[in-house]
């Protein structure tokens, strides 16, 4: 499974939300972590492509399907909560992060 948040420097709820998301995917092997910063063009096009129009956006993605989206700053209990349940339900991945 895939998580990827979708950030701007200027946004004041995505450092918090970026810290989130990798310490959701350090304690779970199985989830790699995406980073699009909307700063640059290639973010602000992978962006565009999914319809971002509020960040910070996180989006869980099995297989580049999306299965979840979460719009804003989730509390952590429900970010971890969100991810169980999509864990439960869609098996299987390797760590890894990237950035765009």
């Not at 895939?2 to 946004?11: G, M």
């Not at 995505?14 to 699009?36: D, F, I, R």
């Not at 979840?68 to 760590?95: A, C, M, W, Y």
């Amino acid at each position: 499974m895939t998580l990827r948040i979708f950030t701007h420097p200027a946004c004041g709820g995505c450092g918090p939300a970026v810290e989130m998301a990798w310490a959701l995917s350090e304690a779970h092997g199985n989830l790699n972590l995406e980073t699009v910063k909307l700063e640059n063009k290639t973010g602000l096009s992978i962006a565009q492509k999914v319809g971002i129009k509020t960040i910070p956006t996180m989006i869980f993605y099995k297989n580049e399907i999306e299965i979840k989206r979460i719009v804003g700053l989730p509390k952590v209990d429900q970010l971890e909560k969100d991810f169980l349940e999509l864990e439960n339900s869609h098996k299987g991945s390797k760590t890894q992060r990237n950035e765009s």
